[in-house]
C-alpha cells in the first residue's frame, strides 16, 4: 500500500509514512487507477454501441413486412442456432440435394439432438436418393433412433424448415445454401407452406423399410418422377438436380424411359407417358 519505505538514513530500516499523508497518497491513487478504469468503461461503450451500429446495418439481414432476408452460410447458421431455442412443439423439414455432405450432417446433430431431447416432433422429407449413399442412409437412422420421423421422395420443391407452424424458412437456391434464405412469419404464408409439407409427406416413403416395388407398369417412383420432368422439358442435369442424382445416373434413367417408351428422345418419352396416363401435370 506503499505507507511503508526504506529509510533513506538506513536502508537497513524501514520509514513509515505519516498515515494522514500515506492515505492521502493511497486514495490519490486509488482514484487515478478508477479514472482509468472508468474510461476503459467508456471506450468499451462505445466500440459495443458502434458494432452494434454496424451489423444494424449489414445487408447480411433485411426486413420487409413478414419476410426476412439472410445471407451468407455463418448468419444463416446463427438465425438456425438461435430458432433452436425457440421451437416448442415441432419441426419439419425438406432436405433436396441428395445425399447430404458431412459437414452439413455433422454441423446439425447438435441442435436436432437438443430438439428432439426437448420433446418436440421431428420430420424430415430427403429424395429417395439418399439410400444410395451410405453416410447419408447412417445419418437417417441416427435420426429415427432419436424420436424422429424420416421419410423419402422422388423430389422435392426446394429446401425449407417450418417451426411450430409460425415460422417458415425457404433456402433462397437449393443447389447454394450460402446463397441465402427467406424467413416468413405471415400465418397465411406460412399455413400454405406447411400444407405442402403435409401433402408431400402423406406420399413419401417411410425411411426403414424397403424400397417400393415398381408400378405394374414396371417403373418405380423415381422413374415416374423424371418422367414428368422430362414432359415438362427439364434437362438431364435439371433433372439429375430435382432428383439429388448424379448427371450420370439421370442420363442412363432418361435412356431406360426412352426405351421403355419406345421413344427417340426424352421429351417424347416424357409426352408418351402422360399421353398414356403415367404422369398427370
Known amino acids: 500500500m506503499a505507507l511503508i519505505r526504506p529509510s533513506v538514513e538506513d536502508p537497513q530500516r524501514m520509514h513509515a509514512l505519516n498515515p494522514q499523508l500515506g492515505m492521502e497518497m493511497l486514495i490519490a491513487r486509488q482514484q487515478a487507477e478508477l479514472a482509468v478504469q472508468q474510461q476503459r468503461v467508456e471506450e468499451g ?11 444494424a446495418l449489414d ?13 451468407g452460410l455463418d448468419n444463416i447458421r446463427d438465425h438456425l442456432a438461435a ?17 447430404q455432405t458431412e459437414e452439413n450432417m455433422r454441423n446439425s446433430r447438435p441442435l436436432n439432438r437438443r430438439l428432439l431431447d426437448r420433446g418436440v416432433r421431428m420430420r424430415t422429407v430427403y429424395l429417395d436418393s439418399i439410400r444410395n449413399d451410405s453416410a447419408s442412409v447412417a445419418h437417417a437412422e441416427w435420426l429415427t433412433s432419436h424420436g424422429a420421423q424420416v421419410r423419402t421422395a422422388p423430389s422435392l420443391p426446394n429446401r425449407m424448415i417450418i417451426w411450430d407452424r409460425r415460422v417458415a ?4 437456391n437449393s443447389d447454394d445454401t450460402a446463397a441465402g434464405v427467406t424467413i416468413h412469419r405471415a400465418q397465411g404464408t406460412v399455413a400454405a407452406l406447411a400444407a405442402l ?15 417400393r416395388p415398381k408400378e405394374p407398369d ?3 417412383p423415381q422413374q415416374l418422377e423424371a418422367l414428368r420432368l422430362l414432359a415438362l422439358g427439364h434437362t438431364d442435369e435439371m433433372v439429375a438436380k430435382r432428383l439429388g442424382v448424379s448427371a450420370r445416373t439421370a442420363r442412363r434413367i432418361a435412356t431406360t ?25
Open 83 to 99: 430458432m433452436n431455442n425457440e421451437v416448442e412443439d415441432e419441426f419439419l423439414t425438406f432436405a433436396p440435394g441428395g445425399a
Open 45 to 55: 461503450r462505445a466500440a459495443a454501441a458502434r458494432i452494434i451500429s454496424e451489423f
Open 169 to 172: 424458412l425457404i433456402a433462397a
Open 197 to 211: 409439407f403435409e401433402n408431400v409427406w402423406q406420399t413419401a416413403e417411410p425411411f426403414g423399410v424397403e424400397s
Open 257 to 281: 424411359l426412352m426405351e421403355h417408351f419406345d421413344s427417340r428422345s426424352r421429351f417424347q418419352a416424357g409426352v408418351r407417358a402422360a399421353q398414356q396416363g403415367f404422369i398427370q401435370g
Open 218 to 220: 414396371g417403373l418405380n
Open 59 to 71: 445487408d447480411s439481414a433485411t426486413v420487409k413486412g413478414d419476410a426476412e432476408h439472410v445471407e
